[in-house]
Structures are given as C-alpha cells and as structure tokens.
C-alpha cells in the first residue's frame, strides 16, 4: 500500500500541500520520496512533472524506495497496489520493482509511440491483483495512470481552476474542492505529443479533459475489438433445468473452497512481521469482523492456511448512537410505567426496541454486530481451540465520532452523502484497530492497538452470490430472469462501487484491505458458475435432514460454512454494515442514507 500524488503543470514544478502530504503519509509510513522530471516537447513547450510517494513496505525483504526511477530515462513510476501475478507468473520480491522493469522495456526508445503504448497496455492488462498508478513514460513523453478493472485502489483527479495543471492523487487535498474519481473502466493516456497514428479504441468522453494535452482512455474490456478476451469471465445466464438444486455434494461447494483458499493464500501468507514486532508469532493478519457470513468464512478458512503460531485479531467495531440510545430509554421509562406502547405511539412499535438488544447497560455490547461478532468468535474458538483469537472490541464513544467527522469527510471525498459518512465511520475506526481485546488464553478484556497491517475484508461475496434483500425481490417478482438480472448489474458495476472510498478510509491508519472475494480467478468462476451453483432460490428445495433450512442468499457460501464447522455462522442473516454498528442515522431518524452531508 502506498500514496501517490502526481502533478502536471504547464507552469513549474509543484510539490503537494503540507496537509495533502500529511495524509498521504498516513498511507505509507515507512518511506517518503519526491522526483521530477521536465518534459519537453518539438515546439519548445515545457512541462512540469511533480511525482511524490510515501511506502507501506509489504512486499520483499525490505522497504523499496518510491517513486520508482530510470536514470537514464528519465521515467517514473508510482505504484500503489498488489501485483499477485503478471500473466502466469507470481511475483517474488517487490511487484512494483517487476513492473517497473517490465513498463520500462515496453517503452523502449526503438519502438515507436504506438508500438510502445500497445506493449504498455499489453502488461497492465496481464496484471492480476489491485492497484492505481501513473507512469511516466519520458522517452515518448506520454503519461499511463488508472486502477484496475474492479476499482479496488483509490485514485483521484483534480483539474486547477485556471487549467494549466492536473493533479492525480490517492486521496483529495483537504483546501481544494473539485477532485473526481478516476473511473475503473479504463487506462487513460496523457499525449503531449499526439501521433496522429495513435488513437485510442475509445476517445475520451469528455468527464476529463485536457487544454494543454490529448487524453485518451482505454478501455479494459473492448467488447468490439475482435477476439476480445474476458478477464473477469462471461456471465452465465443459464437457468436451471427440474431437480437442479443446491445442496453439499454441488460440485460448486468444493471449487468455491479450492478457489478462495487459492485466493487466501495469496493475501495472508508471508506478510512480513510489523514494525516493532519482537518474534515470528506476533500478529500479522487482522479481519474486520462483524460475525456475519463472509468475514467468519474468510477467518475460519485463514485458520487452515496460517501457520498454528500466529494470532488472528477479530476486530468488531460498535458505536455509541444517541438516537438510538434515547429511544431505548424512551422504551424503558415506557415498560416501567407498564405501557405495551412502542416509542412510535399507537400502532407503531419499534423494532429496534422490542428485539431486546438494547436492554443491556451498554450502547457498544447492544450494537448487533456486537452480538454476531461474539457469537462467531465463541463458534472460532470451538472449532479451531488451538489457534489464538483475539477479539478486538473496538467501541466509539458519540463524543469521539464527532471529533473524527471532519477528517472522515475530507478522506471519503469526493463522496458526500450520509450513507458515505455512516460506512466511512465504521470503517475509519475500524481500521484503526484499537479497543479492548480478550483471547481464549485472557478472558478479561485489556487496552489493546493491533500491530495487523493486513486487514481482510469479506466485501463481494453479495455482490458475486446474490446476498442483498433486491436478490431475494427480483426473483419473487420475476423468477430466475429478474435474479439474473440483478446479478448481472451487480457484477456489472463491481468497478464502480465505493472501494475507492472504503481504500482511502482504510489506509489512513498505515493498514491495507485485502478482498478475497475479489480475486480475479476467484470473480471469473463466480461469474461463470450457474445461477444454480450459487443460490438457492428454487420453487421446490429437497431438504438436507441433517442440516438446518439455510437461506437461498449465498447459499454456496452458507454450505461451505456448515461444512467448515460454522453452522450457526450458516444461518446468519445479512446486515449492512452502518447499521450494524449503528453508525447511521446517529441523531435524525428520518435522514436518508442519500441526502448530502451538511
């Protein structure tokens, strides 16, 4: 993981803001580098090239310097991603030093601009693993930056106001209000010099837009060029044929083990020890932990691929809503009066009352993520008793959200609405990975920060296999056709979710979200496999006597679990994260998850 800040100028060389900066190196605390380099063009225009980068070393034995630099060249790579693979081949050592190495021999000065772009494009395509970047290219005085086709790093852009510099960025200047996302469709060529020869299969659409150089994007999936290859894989629109159901002995159970096992390893193993860390059995990988499905499935199956002596920390995040509060004491005062009426009044009673979690002394312990998450730890500990699990109950006093709002809003920028923020909380604190911990070896919780500079996220698995309530809808309403339907959009749009939002909350703390359901492979069988291979929404199911109904919602995922031992984790339902730790609608019940923050 790491920072980048790149700046164009037509005017001189420009340096981030000190408060830019400052963020950026929350992103990589292990190293800081600034380069520049002048690019100058046959009508004797100049071009000022600024490229700032700060290093969260994860890969190799060492931390590798950043901005990568050609000597000789001139040219400059800024990397920030996880390069797992290059075409069929695994990365060993630092993947952007591979990169870098590969970029520079495709941009040789014995090819032409066009022959160089093609050769360019060819090896960002075969690269499997979540990145952005910008490269330099100064022997064909053309500029390459974009993030990978799922949109898993965050990459920002800023156009000054008078239109002589353009500033592309991990995260947004706090004092400079007009950054946009870069959009994950497509690798966008800066051209100062534009060969008439060169055009790209798709022209810019205008949403970015130069007045002194040619942009052009290209586009990751080219669905005109012929013989177009599909990284992600063809959707599969199949519906099933009678006595086609779901159950343990689906071939798919098994390849969805084999292929996020193989997905895993590529995440967990040989992470190196965090700073500070006095042997090998200290702490390494972390998951952001709610209880729910996906993260218990990702802990439990970390359990079979990490050696037996290093730790995993759980960490659970709840926050203390005063809305919520006060309506429990509402309903307290309420049943002390011996009144059955809701807070709602007559006719309306409220749910979150009348479930009983918040009958408890504590706004954090009555969160319902709480709850999952100390239930799933305990099914941990039983199944997997030699491993040592540490539950990290991260609790968020109003007092402290509220202090932390400004810089929650300046790191989910340029999103802006509530929904935004009540996400970016849970995720912000989260990340941040400090709270009270206990383990099966120290029951009494202790103040505790976890060392963990990977965090594991379960983000996809809905997505992939049709856990959200509009799944369970659109095949209530229109049967197989409207279910595949609501897949394929989801899947269609995977690049243009909020995981550049989620990235730039996340790394704030000097930590890395890794997505295992987001694996290439991994995202190319989910796509392929039959619609019967994943969920079990059928008219008729043949019930499994020895196991309980599971819900037709990721029901592969929920049968993986029971085989994994997991089986009240199985059953669990899905919840969204902000209400879950109750992050949302902390003061005004009625605010709408899309209205703009104020």
């Not at 630092?94 to 040789?108: I, R, T």
């Amino acid at each position: 993981m790491c920072g980048i800040h790149v700046c164009v100028s037509t005017r001189s060389f420009k340096s981030p803001s000190d408060d830019l900066q400052q963020l950026l190196c929350s992103r990589g605390p292990d190293h800081t580098g600034e380069s520049h380099v002048e690019i100058r063009i046959k009508d004797g225009h100049s071009y000022w090239i600024s490229a700032f980068s700060t290093v969260l070393a994860l890969r190799g034995d060492h931390t590798t310097a950043q901005p990568f630099i050609d000597p000789s060249s001139g040219s400059i790579l800024c990397w920030n991603g996880e390069a797992w693979r290059i075409g069929s081949e695994s990365i060993q050592g630092n993947d952007g030093q591979a990169l870098f190495e590969l970029l520079m021999g495709a941009s040789s000065a014995q090819k032409s601009n066009t022959e160089s772009t093609v050769a360019i494009l060819r090896i960002l395509h075969a690269v499997s693993g979540p990145f952005a970047f910008v490269f330099v290219d100064k022997i064909h005085n053309q500029i390459y930056f974009g993030r990978d086709r799922l949109g898993r790093r965050s990459l920002l852009y800023e156009i000054s106001s008078d239109s002589t510099s353009l500033h592309i960025s991990s995260v947004a200047d706090p004092h400079s209000g007009s950054w946009q996302e870069v959009d994950a469709d497509a690798i966008y060529e800066v051209s100062f010099e534009a060969d008439p020869g060169l055009k790209s299969r798709d022209e810019n659409d205008g949403l970015l837009s130069l007045s002194f150089a040619s942009i052009c994007r290209h586009l990751w999936e080219d669905h005109s060029a012929e013989g177009v290859v599909f990284p992600l894989g063809r959707f599969n629109r199949a519906h099933p044929s009678q006595g086609q159901t779901l159950n343990r002995q689906t071939e798919s159970v098994q390849l969805l083990r084999r292929y996020l096992c193989e997905s895993l390893k590529l995440r967990i193993l040989n992470v190196p020890l965090p700073p500070g860390s006095a042997d090998g059995h200290g702490v390494r990988v972390a998951v952001l932990f709610s209880g729910g499905l996906d993260c218990t499935v990702l802990a439990r199956m970390a359990h079979d691929i990490l050696p037996a002596d290093q730790q995993i920390d759980l960490i659970n995040v709840a926050f203390e809503n005063p809305r919520v509060v006060k309506a429990a004491k509402n309903s307290a005062k309420v049943l002390d009066d011996g009144n059955e009426v809701g807070v709602g009044g007559a006719g309306h009673s409220a749910p979150a009352v009348t479930d009983g979690s918040l009958t408890g002394d504590s706004p954090f312990e009555s969160c319902p993520d709480r709850g999952t998450g100390r239930k799933a730890y305990q099914e941990l500990q039983t199944i997997c008793p030699d491993r040592c699990w540490r539950f990290v109950a991260v609790n968020v006093p109003y007092k402290e959200t509220v202090a932390h709002r400004n810089n929650v809003i300046n790191l989910i920028r340029p999103h802006n609405t509530e929904m935004d923020l009540s996400i970016g909380y849970a995720l912000y604190f989260a990340a941040r990975g400090r709270g009270f911990a206990s383990t099966n070896a120290q029951m009494t919780p202790v103040a505790y920060s976890t060392p963990a500079r990977v965090l594991l996220s379960g983000l996809g698995a809905d997505e992939l296999f049709g856990g959200y309530t509009r799944h369970a809808t659109a095949w209530s309403r229109r049967g197989f056709t409207g279910l595949l339907d609501e897949l394929k959009l989801d899947i269609d749009r995977l690049g243009k979710r909020n995981l550049g939002r989620d990235d730039r909350v996340i790394s704030h703390w000097g930590r890395e979200a890794r997505f295992p359901y987001l694996d290439e492979n991994f995202v190319k069988w989910a796509v392929e496999c039959p619609i019967w291979g994943k969920c079990g929404f059928q008219s008729s199911v043949l019930a499994e006597p020895e196991i309980p109904d599971l819900e037709p919602g990721k029901k592969v995922l929920r049968l993986l679990a029971y085989e994994l031992g997991m089986h009240s984790v199985a059953q669990e339902k899905k919840r969204a994260i902000q209400f879950g730790a109750r992050t949302a609608k902390m003061e005004v019940g009625s605010t709408k998850g899309t209205a703009l923050i104020s």
